[in-house]
């Protein structure tokens, strides 16, 4: 059974900076690229960051190229997202994600195991 957990949601001032954990568990993790996702209230959820499987090759999403980094640990099986300068529309729940990758997969469509959220809050 795929478990996807992720951590590291807070409030935090306009500026700051916040990182999120993700564990997958019950898959391979170095089979799959890896994705964080955004939803805010009234909002569609949107690709924030993702990964690649091995090769760590990264898709960002406009609004955070510059201010986060995705990154992976292989060894630990666990997916994070630095981010900094953080804006109050920042503001959402972030969940993680995960999709089979057969090539290097570069991208934020079609994941298949998705995590509960964590809740991210900027003020301002």
């Known amino acids: 059974q795929v478990q996807v957990v992720e951590s590291g949601g807070d409030l935090v001032q306009a500026g700051g900076s916040l990182r999120l954990s993700c564990t997958a568990s019950g898959l391979t993790f170095d089979d799959y690229a890896m994705g964080w996702f955004r939803q805010a209230p009234g909002k569609e959820r949107e690709g924030v960051s993702c990964?690649?499987?091995?090769?760590?090759?990264?898709y960002y999403a406009a609004s955070v190229k510059g201010r986060f980094t995705i990154s992976r640990d292989n060894v630990k099986n666990t997916l994070y997202l630095q981010m900094s300068s953080l804006k109050p529309e920042d503001t959402a729940m972030y969940y993680c994600?995960?999709?089979?990758?057969?090539?290097?997969?570069?991208?934020?469509?079609?994941?298949?195991?998705w995590g509960q959220g964590t809740q991210v809050t900027v003020s301002s």
């Open positions: 990964i690649s499987r091995s090769l760590g090759s990264t």
């Open positions: 994600a995960a999709v089979t990758d057969y090539n290097e997969y570069v991208g934020c469509i079609g994941y298949k195991y």
